[in-house]
């Protein structure tokens, strides 16, 4: 992307100062690398973790949900906030309460801690990705920003790939607390750089509700664990109780939404086509990404007997392409439009995990894979800034926080009901008793997450291209 410069109000004086464009790329989207890299390299500390601590599977998992959960809860409260008190001041908080979450991680000695710890730091992950977003878009002028929410998305991706190799190298090299005091320096680097070469930016300065905050909190962490839980064989009434709850209080929140006069989630943004479509084709492109985020690694190890650092490298065909194409499918969506090339990325991801669900089987080669792995990748690569560009143009710049902040809230209930309905495929078809089953279960689920890719078409089909 080709330097270029933004104006914006200087703090205080009314004048105006300009922005380097590229420092806002590189800024913006090192927030969401820290985010999304924080999830995934945890996945291949797991095993020292859970051993260092002495504890069982079972209690492992909340260190590894809690983060997500505690994202999906806080997310449009946090944009709220960003909205009315300055979109990088929240973004640099974000940041910083995510910094500190790290070094309570590195620090704790028992679970509970650790987990509480989690939580602190996906408060603040809960904002840097929205606030990002928002502060990269509207500060990016029309034509190019589909090119740089390519590049974000690009970026965001490589934590798919650098997480679990770095996760890996320094459980190896070091030990697992180190997987969170690397985040330390770099947070403390990105605040100040952010304070001095971000732009800052508010949108409609409404009013936080403390009860639609308390909702809003509830409903999602409610859902988002009764959900978790579905997946264990042992699911308690409580889980169900809490679920339905959740639910009633979900329904109370979209009234209220529907009554107030500054809600948190203006219901008028779904009257637009666009704007609906988008997010239920994100609901849909990143439930079917996130169920194979969660067996493909399993399978490689169980059926492929190979180790997690070789897993890292073995999924490159798919989570490289992210980096590699998406700065050129953002290019496409600003030429384009965005509804032809979402559809387009929907249906090459939906076909790309068919051909695996197809041609894999349990004696089959690695390779038998790797054209369909890749297909996938630039699939998501095409379909991801498309349909962030279609959801966020569907708005008024003022209200660009608030759908960025609904559009994440898609993308992560998406990756959340994906990755369970993903596992109660795999449990339905097959099972962990050894590699036949294994792969039987591995099978279906790549296909159901195929078919939820394909259904992602019938709502990138319906919006309008907004390019310009």
Request: with cysteine; proline share 3%; net charge positive.
């Amino acid at each position: 992307m080709n330097a270029s410069t933004a104006t914006a109000p200087s703090s205080g004086t009314g004048k105006s100062k300009q922005f380097n464009t590229t420092w806002i790329l590189i800024l913006t989207s090192l927030g969401f690398f820290m985010s999304m890299m924080d999830s995934m390299i945890v996945t291949t500390a797991s095993t020292a973790i859970r051993t260092d601590l002495n504890i069982s599977v079972n209690m492992l998992q909340w260190a590894l949900n809690a983060y997500n959960i505690t994202i999906g809860a806080v997310l449009l409260v946090g944009v709220s906030m960003g909205e009315r008190i300055g979109r990088r001041r929240i973004y640099n908080i974000g940041i910083f309460i995510f910094t500190l979450g790290s070094v309570f991680c590195a620090l704790s000695t028992n679970i509970s801690l650790l987990v509480v710890s989690r939580i602190v730091e996906g408060i603040g992950a809960s904002v840097m990705t929205p606030m990002s977003m928002a502060i990269l878009t509207n500060s990016i002028p029309q034509n190019e920003r589909g090119k740089a929410l390519g590049i974000w998305s690009g970026i965001g991706g490589l934590a798919l790939i650098v997480g679990p190799s770095l996760g890996g190298f320094i459980v190896a090299k070091l030990a697992w607390q180190w997987i969170f005091w690397i985040n330390v320096p770099i947070g403390i680097i990105a605040i100040y750089l952010s304070s001095k070469l971000l732009p800052e930016s508010k949108g409609n300065r409404d009013k936080i509700n403390p009860l639609d905050t308390m909702l809003i909190i509830f409903t999602f962490a409610g859902l988002i664990w009764s959900l978790s839980e579905i997946t264990s064989s042992t699911m308690s009434m409580i889980a169900i109780i809490i679920g339905l709850l959740s639910i009633i209080l979900g329904i109370w929140f979209i009234f209220r939404q529907n009554t107030e006069s500054n809600p948190m989630i203006p219901l008028n943004y779904f009257k637009s086509r666009t704007f609906t479509g988008g997010n239920l084709a994100t609901f849909l492109l990143y439930a079917a990404m996130y169920g194979v985020v969660f067996f493909l690694p399993q399978f490689l190890q169980v059926v492929g007997k190979v180790d997690p650092l070789v897993v890292g490298l073995e999924i490159l065909p798919w989570t490289g392409t992210l980096v590699i194409v998406a700065p050129f499918a953002g290019k496409a969506v600003d030429k384009y439009g965005e509804r032809l090339i979402a559809t387009i990325g929907l249906i090459f991801q939906g076909i790309g995990y068919l051909l695996i669900s197809i041609f894999v089987h349990e004696q089959s080669s690695y390779f038998t894979m790797v054209i369909p792995l890749a297909l996938a990748g630039v699939g998501l690569s095409m379909a991801g800034p498309a349909l962030q560009k279609a959801v966020l143009g569907a708005v008024e710049p003022t209200a660009i926080g608030k759908a960025s902040g609904i559009y994440n809230v898609f993308r992560l209930l998406g990756g959340a009901v994906g990755t369970t309905l993903v596992v109660i495929v795999f449990y339905r078809f097959g099972s962990i008793i050894d590699s036949k089953f294994f792969t039987n279960g591995f099978r279906a689920a790549m296909f159901f997450s195929a078919v939820l890719s394909i259904l992602g078409i019938i709502f990138s089909l319906r919006f309008k291209n907004i390019k310009k």
